[in-house]
């Protein structure tokens, strides 16, 4: 989960990931920003996801998305969304990273990750 400027820290890891062969891991990622234009380096993060459909799959969320034609989600990060488009403990190994605002992180990631049944041995916050 990634809000904001909090992208960088993603970006490094997305590239680790999908720049080595053997890497077989998958990512679901919701990137939350106040306006359509404030989304950083949008165009790399849907360039990997199109060439890698089964192993990237991108979300977005705006405070104030554009009038018409917003095709993702409004508002703040919510327990639904998190559900909808993130992974879900399921006695995997599943890693959860996060980067953005504190309240953010505060107040919308980390009791959600909580109420979904994560442990914070099952998240990282840069």
Not at 3 to 26: E, H, R, W, Y
Not at 38 to 55: F, Y
Not at 88 to 101: E, R, V
Request: with cysteine.
């Amino acid at each position: 989960i990634a809000g904001g400027t909090g992208i960088t820290p993603m970006l490094q890891v997305l590239a680790a990931i999908f720049s080595n062969p053997n890497d077989k891991t998958c990512v679901k990622m919701i990137f939350a920003n106040q306006t359509e234009e404030d989304i950083l380096v949008r165009s790399e993060l849907e360039t990997i996801a199109k060439e890698n459909p089964d192993r990237f799959q991108l979300h977005y969320t705006l405070d104030r998305p554009p009038t018409t034609g917003w095709n993702y989600s409004t508002g703040f990060v919510t327990k639904e969304m998190m559900e909808e488009h993130l992974y879900t403990p399921n006695g995997k190994a599943t890693q959860t990273f996060l980067c953005g605002p504190p309240p953010m992180i505060k107040y919308a990631c980390l009791p959600n990750l909580e109420a979904m049944g994560f442990t914070s041995k099952d998240w990282f916050s840069f």
